[in-house]
C-alpha cells in the first residue's frame, strides 16, 4: 500500500539563480532546518549572514539569520 509518493516537481533540479526569489513552502522548510542547526549549537540567529554564505550576499555583515527567516521574501541577487 502506498501512502505517500513524492511529487515529480521536487524531483527535478531547483537551484536558484539571480532575480529568483523563494517564499511559502520553500521558506517554512528552510526555516525548519535552520532552527535545526541552531537547537543544535551549529549557527546562532544573531549570526551575520556573511559568516555563512561569504561574498553572497551584499551587505551580508549587517544582516543577521534572524533578519532573514523574518523576511517575507527572499531575494537571490548577484553582488
Do not use: Y
Request: charged residues 25%.
Amino acid at each position: 500500500m502506498e501512502i505517500v509518493r513524492q511529487a515529480a516537481w521536487t524531483k527535478d533540479d531547483h537551484r536558484l539563480a539571480a532575480g529568483d526569489q523563494f517564499g511559502s513552502n520553500t521558506k517554512t522548510v528552510t526555516t525548519t532546518l535552520v532552527l535545526r542547526l541552531v537547537a543544535e549549537d551549529e549557527n546562532g540567529l544573531a549570526d551575520p549572514v556573511e559568516k555563512w554564505l561569504p561574498e553572497l550576499v551584499k551587505g551580508g555583515e549587517h544582516i543577521t539569520v534572524r533578519m532573514t527567516l523574518t523576511t517575507p521574501v527572499i531575494w537571490v541577487a548577484p553582488c
